[in-house]
């Protein structure tokens, strides 16, 4: 088995174009401090992205429309209570399992 050499170096272009926006964060703020607006908008990323993910799901649900409106209020009541982002998503999960579990 021959292996290509343009698909190995695509995989190793790949590889680089990934790896050099995670690494260069840790590069140009090393030993530096963020200001504190910064900050706070960093820590709302998770949450941003996490909501970003399950709106569209719940306009798109096709069974039922409150499947979606009760997971997304249950995800939006535990980030608004300060959650854990892991915690967020297994929250929804059970309040979405004990749903159907009556409905």
């Given at each position: 088995m021959t292996v290509n050499k343009e698909i190995v170096l695509m995989i190793i272009g790949m590889g680089l174009v990934t790896?050099?926006?995670r690494m260069l964060?840790?590069?140009m703020f090393r030993g530096k401090?963020?200001?504190?607006f910064i900050q706070g908008i960093l820590k709302n990323v998770p949450y941003a992205t996490?909501?970003?993910l399950i709106?569209?799901?719940?306009?798109y649900i096709q069974e039922d429309i409150w499947y979606g409106i009760v997971g997304a209020a249950a995800a939006f009541a535990a980030a608004f209570l300060g959650?854990?982002?892991i915690v967020v998503v297994i929250g929804s999960i059970a309040v979405l399992s004990v749903y159907?579990?009556?409905f």
């Open positions: 790896y050099i926006p964060p840790f590069i401090e963020l200001p504190p996490l909501g970003a709106f569209p799901a719940v306009l959650a854990n982002v159907s579990f009556f």
